[in-house]
């Protein structure tokens, strides 16, 4: 953990003028390494935090220490970091990853982390909600691409997400946020089913489906004061029409406003688990190609975005098809876990937009190639807590259309050894996903085969996995 002594602002280190420090002004060690740090259309100061940075690079320099130029991701699962330094190093761009819990240390004590192990970063890449604020207010102050760290609650709180989207004339659900129970119960009586749900949680973390007063009471009693997955502490929950319909998610990269589609999915509903308030469990999704319905989901999906004000980047929006299509959440960063799909993937098209304006320009603003249903994740569902069976791994794996297991399945292979599971109740505690790709009738009937597997899927306690019980590498959503 950071100690307080390292807690003090970077502008104590940015300068005092516009003009005082430029390169007409700047000492011949420092006009060696301007171009590093610099912004090409400025010649005066170089922006707040580029120059405490400039400052300990020089200092170093003449003692024979070089900086390591790196770009900073926020991201937990050790996978999704390789893939991205894999897709920078083609450019010849390098990065390191930050826990995401160390995001709330803010920009000024992570930005002397960075230094106090030689690092300058060139940008901050969130690829996890708590990420978000960080990345903008430091690319901010580095004077890199960046969306606006004044509009970063519009792409962080689910409940300002739709309140700007009504105000645009955009499709939204009717909601309310509060912390009084009554309140919500009040609401539900004039709007029907509700979803009850914290206001930047993820993954489905603390979302409730509610039918009446005790439901809505129940879930109050969970979830408020509660501290969730994002690190924060429920102090008031949204309260909203509940849209249930077919469900879709898109993944984009902004550059200048310019929004480009990656990868488009679609499926049927979540399921519902449990009695009185219910929890809503991922299902599969399948990979869409363009259709009518993908189109006006995706310019659906730039319309928000760009009324979030997110101009650059990557975002996760999911939505859901009613009469049409009504936003359910963006997430102003990547998808969880790898990508899913055949290049460009989503890394690859952030890669482009960060060092290869001319090749992002000439993508298509939607994928070309028609690869619907060929393509699917299915998410796993233990119905009691104990054991996933080797047997059961092994019949997943054999699979036609089986590419490769995923979230707290990653890295599984032959030869199987039961996993320890806990009941499914939201996307964290999922066992993990099934990856399948190949012919769109191939993809489909397995996706079905999957969920018969499950039905003998999970045991409880056995001999076998009081002897070895076995650890998986989980990813985040």
Request: glycine share 8%; with cysteine.
């Amino acid at each position: 953990m950071l100690t307080d002594e390292l807690r003090y602002p970077l502008r104590h280190y940015s300068t005092s003028s516009s003009s005082s420090l430029s390169p007409r002004s700047l000492p011949k060690e420092f006009s060696e390494v301007w171009d590093d740090f610099a912004d090409p259309e400025s010649s005066d100061s170089p922006p707040e935090l580029v120059a405490r940075f400039l400052i300990r690079h020089v200092l170093r320099s003449m003692h024979g220490c070089r900086l390591r130029r790196v770009f900073l991701l926020v991201c937990g699962y050790p996978p999704k970091g390789s893939a991205v330094e894999a897709a920078f190093a083609s450019y010849g761009h390098h990065t390191v990853c930050l826990y995401p819990h160390f995001a709330a240390e803010g920009a000024d004590v992570i930005a002397e982390l960075l230094d106090s192990r030689g690092f300058v970063p060139q940008g901050v890449i969130p690829f996890a909600d708590c990420g978000i604020h960080l990345a903008d207010e430091m690319n901010s102050r580095l004077g890199v691409r960046h969306n606006s760290p004044k509009t970063s609650s519009l792409r962080r709180d689910k409940y300002l997400q739709q309140a700007v989207l009504q105000r645009a004339g955009l499709p939204a659900a009717l909601q309310i946020v509060t912390a009084d129970v009554r309140a919500a119960q009040q609401f539900a009586r004039a709007n029907g089913q509700v979803v009850v749900k914290p206001r930047a949680s993820s993954g489905g973390d603390g979302v409730w489906l509610c039918n009446d007063d005790d439901d809505i009471l129940t879930a109050f009693q969970q979830e408020l004061g509660k501290r969730h997955q994002e690190l924060q502490t429920n102090t008031e929950l949204i309260v909203a029409q509940a849209l249930i319909g077919e469900e879709w998610v898109v993944n984009t990269v902004s550059r200048d406003g310019v929004h480009k589609v990656s990868d488009a999915w679609y499926g049927p509903p979540k399921l519902i688990a449990g009695a009185g308030p219910q929890h809503f469990l991922y299902n599969v999704q399948y990979l869409a190609g363009e259709s009518p319905r993908f189109l006006e989901v995706t310019q659906m999906v730039k319309s928000s975005l760009t009324a979030l004000g997110l101009q650059e980047g990557a975002a996760h929006t999911e939505l859901v098809w009613l009469d049409k299509p009504y936003i359910y959440e963006v997430n102003a960063r990547c998808s969880g876990g790898l990508p899913r799909v055949p290049p460009p993937t989503q890394l690859d098209v952030l890669a482009m937009s960060l060092f290869d304006q001319s090749g992002f320009s000439k993508l298509p603003e939607v994928p070309s190639n028609d690869m619907t249903n060929r393509v699917a994740v299915v998410f796993l569902i233990g119905r009691i807590t104990g054991w996933l069976t080797a047997a059961a791994l092994e019949k997943l794996s054999s699979l036609k259309t089986f590419w490769r297991f995923e979230r707290g399945l990653a890295g599984c292979g032959p030869p199987f050894k039961m996993v320890p599971v806990t009941k499914t109740t939201g996307l964290f505690s999922s066992p993990g996903a099934v990856v399948l790709q190949g012919e769109s009738e191939d993809v489909l009937q397995d996706a079905q085969t999957i969920r018969k597997v499950e039905t003998t899927a999970y045991v409880e306690t056995t001999e076998e996995s009081r002897k070895c019980p076995a650890t998986t590498e989980s990813s985040p959503g």
